[in-house]
Nanobody, 125 residues
């Protein structure tokens, strides 16, 4: 199993800053990619960005506009990904989730998706 623990959410004013963290742990799997998603009230969960094993980030097409306000990074040594913003907007209010796509280290080498518990980010105007 892979466990994902998120932290860093909270209540901030518009224009404020937050850094979300997600740490992956567990055995029996190799993590292929990690990703950030968010789910705003009344909306479906949507992909923000995917982080490869080498730390490179691919932003979802619908989230390209976030690149100027958000940064995504990875600590490869600790299998932690971060999502940081220094200019939050009320429309960023959502529950932010961490995802890991992991592959079994033994046959049949199946791939699984694991999810964190989510962390609430609320941006007040």
């Amino acid at each position: 199993q892979v466990q994902l623990v998120e932290s860093g959410g909270g209540l901030v004013q518009a224009g404020g800053s937050l850094r979300l963290s997600c740490e992956a742990s567990g055995g029996g799997f190799i993590i292929a990619t990690m990703a950030w998603y968010r789910q705003a009230p009344g909306r479906q969960r949507e992909l923000i960005a995917t982080v490869a094993r080498d730390g490179s980030t691919t932003w979802a097409d619908s989230m390209e506009s976030m690149k100027g306000r958000f940064t995504c990074s990875k600590d490869n040594a600790k299998n932690i990904i971060y999502l940081r913003s220094d200019s939050l907007k009320p429309e960023d209010t959502a529950v932010y989730y961490c995802n890991a796509r992991a592959i079994e280290t033994a046959p049949p080498f199946r791939a699984y998706d694991f999810w964190g518990q989510g962390t609430q980010v609320t941006v007040s105007s």
